[in-house]
C-alpha cells in the first residue's frame, strides 16, 4: 500500500512540471574550494572547504567534493556536507523564466549520465516558480530524476525502507483553477 501511495504521490509531483534544464549537460563544470586536488587526463578530482560546484544552471554547495568522469565522458559527483551542515543544490527548470529545483541534504550524489540526484540525511527538494514553492519532497532519502521530474522518498537515509524508519513528506501546491462560468439565467 505505502509503495503504491509514493507511486500515486510522485506522478502528482511529476504532473505537469517542466525538464531540468537540457543545456546544463553540455557546458563546462567549473569548481571553487579552498584546496584541491585535480587529475586533467580523468577529469576529476577531490576538493575541500567551501565548495562550490557550477554547471550552467547548476550550482552546489557544501564542504567537499568528489568527482569523476566515466570512460563515456559523463560525470559523477558526491557532495558532502560539513558536520550539522547541509550540502545543497539549485537548477534551473525548463519551461518558463523563473522556473527553479533546489535540494539539500548531508550528502548529495549526482549522475550526470541519467540526470538522477540521491539526497541523503534531512534531505528536501522543493520546485519554485520564482519564490513560491510549488512542490515539496522532504525525508530521511530522496531520489530526484530531473528528466522526468519525479521524485522517490524512502524512510532512512540509507534508501532502504525500514519499518520504524522516518517518515516521507510530500507538499503539493499548484494555483487554483477558476470555477468556470456560470450562464446568466434563461441563457442557455
Given amino acids: ?42 577529469q576529476g578530482g577531490t576538493f575541500e ?6 554547471r550552467g544552471t547548476v550550482v552546489m ?15 559523477f559527483a558526491t557532495l558532502t556536507a560539513a558536520p550539522g551542515a547541509l550540502a545543497t543544490f539549485r ?3 525548463d519551461g518558463g523564466a523563473d522556473l527553479w529545483v533546489e535540494g539539500e541534504a548531508e550528502r548529495i550524489d549526482y549522475d550526470n549520465k541519467t540526470d538522477i540526484i540521491k539526497l541523503s540525511g534531512r534531505a528536501r ?27 522517490a522518498a524512502i524512510n532512512t537515509p540509507s534508501g532502504q525502507s525500514k519499518v520504524g524508519g522516518g517518515r516521507v513528506e510530500f507538499t503539493f501546491d499548484h494555483p487554483k483553477r477558476p470555477a468556470p462560468a456560470t450562464p446568466a439565467p434563461g441563457k442557455q
Avoid: C, H
Fill in 61 to 75: 554547495k557544501g564542504d567537499k567534493l568528489k568527482l569523476t568522469e566515466d570512460p563515456e565522458g559523463y560525470n
Fill in 49 to 54: 572547504g567551501n565548495v562550490v560546484l557550477t
Fill in 1 to 42: 500500500m505505502k509503495k503504491i501511495l509514493l507511486a500515486i504521490a510522485v506522478g502528482m509531483l511529476a504532473g505537469g512540471a517542466a525538464l531540468a534544464e537540457r543545456a546544463d549537460s553540455l557546458k563546462p563544470i567549473n569548481v571553487k574550494a579552498d584546496t584541491g586536488t585535480a587529475d586533467m587526463v580523468k
Fill in 125 to 151: 527538494v522543493t520546485n519554485l516558480e520564482g519564490s513560491r514553492v510549488t512542490d515539496r519532497a522532504e525525508g530521511p532519502f530522496l531520489s530526484y530524476d530531473s528528466r522526468k521530474e519525479q521524485f
Fill in 91 to 93: 537548477q534551473k527548470r
